[in-house]
Nanobody
Framework: QVQLVESGGGLVQPGGSLRLSCAASGFTLDLYAVGWFRQAPGKEREGVSCISNVNGNTYYADSVKGRFTISRDNAKNTVYLQMNSLKPEDTAVYYC????????????????????WGRGTQVTVSS
């Protein structure tokens, strides 16, 4: 079965850390660009970070730059999002997505078509 499954979300205090995982099954993830997105209640889904399948280039939204790091483990067919110095405004459902074209993730809009989406994992930052 072809799917992406996110894990690693949870409740964390401000200033804490979490590592999200995006595991692929049924296809080889390193052939795809992978992105992390998030959606808070009442807000549109926004891009957080993505990593290229061609040259390893990465992108980070300004709101997470310097705090979040995206990486791949090809042996595990998994992409990670290390999140440090978490803030209450990072609270959202986090989704991973994979597409053959990096720009489809880098310049994602609500009307874009992406090859694969995960179902999301909840991240709550609260004291």
């Amino acid at each position: 079965q072809v799917q992406l499954v996110e894990s690693g979300g949870g409740l964390v205090q401000p200033g804490g850390s979490l590592r999200l995982s995006c595991a692929a099954s049924g296809f080889t993830l390193d052939l795809y660009a992978v992105g992390w997105f998030r959606q808070a209640p009442g807000k549109e889904r926004e891009g957080v970070s993505c990593i290229s399948n061609v040259n390893g280039n990465t992108y980070y939204a300004d709101s997470v730059k310097g705090r979040f790091t995206i990486s791949r483990d090809n042996a595990k067919n998994t992409v990670y999002l290390q999140m440090n110095s978490l803030k209450p405004e990072d609270t959202a459902v986090y989704y991973c997505a994979a597409d053959l074209y990096y720009n489809s993730l880098r310049y994602y809009s609500g009307s874009s078509t992406v090859n694969y989406w995960g179902r999301g994992t909840q991240v709550t930052v609260s004291s």
